[in-house]
């Protein structure tokens, strides 16, 4: 089936450091990609998408390329923000199925000042 | 983009006793609507599938006599966990589909504790 592996947290950096979230997703045909994000105490907000190959997707300064090679698709930011402190979520939609989505575990960002 | 609510945000309710969630979209009709639960850091569960005017495909898993979903229209689902008991005790969240586009939206998510 399909699934979602995204690397452990929490991840702590310094404000204006450089961001990686690990991404890779195992699944059938040709599936959606998203990040979402989830504040403390509030529910998910897309924060972007790619739905094919090479596609970029991207937001708020963060970006995410559809990888299909490496079946990955990694979380970027240049520069976070104490703003940014939040969990990422990774997940897939899969084309084939009547659009569930799975998610991978998370990934709790911290940044400091 | 598009809106979806629940209501209420958090409930607070004593063991035994029943609580309903509803979830709304505001702006779209949603056909499809989903029911996750997530538990304390960690990732979203999905619990069910819920279709307008039929009834809700549950997860494996699920108890589908514990957890009551109703798609009664096409903007608003509601699931109502019956006989709480303290580990039902979760962040509820719920989802639609706006079928152009393929995308999910998700409410704010509804904390549910059980005393």
């Known amino acids: 089936g399909d699934s979602v592996t995204q690397m452990e947290g929490p991840v702590t950096l310094s404000e204006e450091a450089f961001l990686t979230i690990n991404c890779t997703y195992t699944?059938?045909?040709?599936?959606?990609l998203f990040w979402y994000v989830q504040y403390p105490g509030e529910g998910l907000q897309l924060l972007l998408k790619?739905?094919?190959?090479?596609d970029k997707g991207s937001n708020k300064g963060f970006e995410a390329t559809y990888r299909k090679e490496t079946t990955s698709f990694h979380l970027e930011k240049g520069s976070v923000q104490v703003s940014d402190s939040a969990v990422y979520f990774c997940?897939?939609?899969?084309?084939?199925?009547?659009?569930?989505?799975?998610f991978g575990t998370g990934t709790k960002l911290q940044v400091i000042p | 983009g598009a809106v979806v609510s629940q209501h209420p945000s958090w409930v607070i309710c004593k063991s035994g006793t029943s609580v309903k969630i509803e979830c709304r979209s505001l702006?779209?009709?949603?056909?499809?609507m989903f029911w996750y639960r997530q538990f304390p850091k960690q990732s979203l569960m999905l619990m069910a599938t819920?279709?307008?005017?039929?009834?809700?495909?549950?997860e494996q898993g699920v108890e589908k006599d514990k957890f009551l979903i109703n798609h009664a229209s096409l903007t608003l689902s509601t699931l109502t966990v019956t006989s709480a008991h303290p580990e039902d005790s979760s962040f509820y969240i719920c989802?639609?589909?706006?079928?152009?586009?393929?995308?999910?939206?998700f409410g704010p998510g509804t904390r549910l504790t059980v005393l």
């Open positions: 790619a739905t094919k190959a090479d």
């Open positions: 997940a897939l939609m899969n084309s084939g199925g009547y659009q569930k989505v799975t």
């Open positions: 989802s639609a589909i706006i079928p152009i586009g393929n995308e999910q939206f």
């Open positions: 699944a059938t045909g040709y599936p959606s």
């Open positions: 702006d779209f009709q949603a056909t499809t």
């Open positions: 819920s279709n307008e005017g039929s009834k809700a495909t549950y």
